[in-house]
């Protein structure tokens, strides 16, 4: 069974950049779908942006244009790269496949 570890989540200003990364145990190659995705304190946990094995990729409305869900088979890893970060985006984000989760990783945009 795959093993995710998430990081790089922070403390960032509205409107700043980060990059969350996710490393699987295994070769990601064939898994089908990854996603990404966070919960806000109080609320249910959402789906942020999802990758597939072909590289087509989804987002949530509320991230298109900001985000950008990328993966790189030769690292096993999965990426999120946030831009243009708002208050809104503060939430623990969180690695998927299959029906593993990582530990998750803190996100908290305030000035």
């Known amino acids: 069974q795959v093993q995710l570890v998430e990081s790089g989540g922070g403390l960032v200003q509205p409107g700043g950049s980060l990059r969350l990364s996710c490393l699987a145990s295994l070769n990601i190659f064939n898994i089908q779908i990854m996603g990404w995705f966070r919960q806000a304190p109080g609320k249910e946990r959402e789906v942020v942006a999802t990758i597939r094995s072909g590289g087509s990729t989804n987002y949530a409305d509320s991230v298109k244009g900001r985000f950008t869900i990328s993966r790189d088979t030769a690292k096993n890893a999965v990426y999120l790269q946030m831009n243009n970060l708002k208050p809104e985006d503060t939430a623990v984000y969180y690695c998927?496949?299959?029906?593993?989760w990582g530990q998750g990783t803190l996100v908290t945009v305030s000035s």
């Open positions: 998927n496949a299959y029906s593993t």
